[in-house]
């Protein structure tokens, strides 16, 4: 058996060595390192794939969330309203550009905001909800949306864990994570769903004044070569990284697809376990398992962790501390107590190995000794 790993990048690449290496020495040839034609053929593709208007590559998954901020016309204090179950970046963002995170409880079965305390949670200075489809599925967007048209207020996804994931509305119409707030945000790092080989993010929207607008900020807030409208960053998406990409994306459906059916074999195994509860995918979204994730109780998680790696298995907690207690936030206020639905998933969550390459008999292995080190 092939030793076990949470992300298998190595076995992915052996699969797609051919084209991945042409189209490296393709960009060595060329030197177009920087803007080459590959950033502007996978950003193309991109949009098609998503079936958005235009998709904006930037250096990684935070700087797009910054970028999404920095668009919108905001001033220091003004309020962002988020989840506290999630990596650090969503929330970074706000304070780095001095506005202020609000945060908002999630739901236990989704591990997503729960929408019903979105609208307690707005004042006046409110401006914002960056939603996070967390481990790969999609937020209540159609509540989402509708408390924020009624409170006027932008909607930037966090989607840097749900790349392929489907929202359906009520009406039947489908439309793609990210796509469906102003603007969506994505991280292309190497273990993401859709991931490059170095860093890379992008940026979403059908909103053509916020796309040239963000187009501009990626590049120094250049909007006619050497005359800058504002301060804007650097972050850009090199040419080996979009062609890297552009391969990658005709094989996201199928990766993704490799990643749910590990996740029905976990599903299966764990079923009606006393002490685990499987994820729970909401009717109206599809779960592309970005991670795997289980709740347990009445086990010692560290012992259980302690015991898998021995047997050659990683398992990693996402995420063990809640953004409101992490030092960082101190200045925020946030106490234990404060959003005692996340504090608990904190305390109870394992993400499992999860990624497109799982062969059966790793599978098999993980839910065995995953079983028995439970007892
Ligand atoms: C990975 C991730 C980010 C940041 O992406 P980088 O490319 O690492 O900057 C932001 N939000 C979430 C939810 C993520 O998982």
Known sequence: MKPIQMVDLKSQYQKI??????????ILNSAAFINGSAVKSFQENLEKYLSVKHVISCGNGTDALQVALMAINLQPGDEIITTPFTFIATAEVVALLKLKTVFVDVEPDTFNLNVDLIEPAITPKTKAIVPVHLFGQCCDMEKIMKIA??????VIEDACQAIGAEYTFKNGKTQKAG???????????????????????????????????MRGIVNHGMFVRYYHEMIGVNSRLDSIQAAVLDVKLKHLDEYNAARHQTAEYY???????????????????????????????DVNRDELIKKMNEAGIPVMIYYPVP?????????????????????????????????????EEQAEYIVKRLLENLV
Do not use: W
Request: proline content about 5%; some cysteine.
């Open 17 to 26: 060595k051919p084209e991945i290496d042409q189209c490296i020495a393709e």
């Open 149 to 154: 048209e009624k409170h006027n207020l932008f």
């Open 179 to 213: 796509t469906i707030g102003h603007i969506g945000c994505t991280s292309f790092f190497p273990s993401k769903n859709l991931g490059c080989y170095g860093d890379g993010g992008a940026i979403f929207t059908n909103d053509d004044r916020l796309a040239k607008k």
């Open 267 to 297: 599903n299966r195994a764990f079923a009606n376990h006393p002490n685990i509860t499987t994820p729970v995918i909401e009717v109206c979204t599809t779960h592309v398992f970005h991670q795997y994730t289980l709740r347990i109780k």
């Open 323 to 359: 953004l409101h207690l992490q030092k960082a936030f101190a200045d925020l206020g946030g106490r234990k107590g404060d959003f005692p639905v996340t504090e608990a998933l904190c305390d109870c969550v394992i993400s499992l190995p999860m990624h497109s390459e799982m062969e």
